[in-house]
């Protein structure tokens, strides 16, 4: 069946250091793909999408490239910030009819001063 | 103003009750969802209705039992509670065909002792 894979954290890293969060999936078909963010209690906001092989999503300095050839779609900010702090989950849909989001298990984010 | 809300935010309840989380959104969209994240964080779909119309059905229990009165509103009730059934529930909507995004509400955390 169709999967999301995503690297375990924790993830801890220094203010302004290098961020990547890798994220594989397994699919019959062409998904959309989604990272989702999940600060400390609330609920999960979409940080940026691609909807097709080599589109680049970006949104506040993150980024993530589709690549089909490799199946992924990993996440990479160049500077984190403390407020980066929080849940990342990666997802992929398919489009038309009803599109329920399959999730990655996220991968937990800590960024120290 | 809230585009997804539910209610309550936090429901402690004992095994054998019945409870009910209600969801309301106002962005027009015409599907709403139901997903489930356990205490490892892992997000999984429920259910989803399209225009008050069951679509999606995962394997939930029986006890569980959504109900969509109008495309806005999308309600969980569950019947005899389990301490299993501990876990943080999310109402999502979307629209039909578009971009596909995912709009979560803040979640409602369920504790079953």
């Known amino acids: 069946g169709d999967s999301v894979t995503q690297m375990e954290g924790p993830v801890t890293l220094s203010e302004e250091a290098f961020l990547t969060i890798n994220c594989t999936y397994t699919?019959?078909?062409?998904?959309?793909l989604f990272w989702y963010v999940q600060y400390p209690g609330e609920g999960l906001q979409l940080l940026l999408k691609?909807?097709?092989?080599?589109d680049k999503g970006s949104n506040k300095g993150f980024e993530a490239t589709y690549r089909k050839e490799t199946t992924s779609f990993h996440l990479e900010k160049g500077s984190v910030q403390v407020s980066d702090s929080a849940v990342y989950f990666c997802a992929l849909s398919f489009s038309g009819g009803y599109n329920k989001l399959i999730f990655g298990a996220g991968t937990r984010l800590a960024v120290h001063p | 103003d809230t585009a997804v809300s539910q209610t309550p935010k936090y429901l402690v309840t004992q095994m054998g009750n019945d409870k009910s989380i209600k969801c309301e959104q106002n962005?027009?969209?015409?599907?709403m969802y139901w997903y489930k994240q356990d205490s490892k964080k892992f997000l999984k779909i429920m259910f989803s209705y399209n225009n008050k119309e069951l679509i999606i059905n995962e394997t939930v229990p029986n006890r569980f039992s959504p109900k969509s009165p109008d495309k806005a509103h999308l309600n969980l009730h569950i019947n005899s509670l389990e301490l299993g059934d501990s876990a943080v529930y999310f109402c999502a909507s979307s629209q039909t065909g578009y971009s596909y995004e995912q709009y979560f509400g803040p979640g409602t955390r369920l504790t079953v002792t």
């Open positions: 691609a909807t097709k092989a080599d």
């Open positions: 699919a019959t078909g062409y998904p959309s």
């Open positions: 962005l027009g969209h015409d599907t």
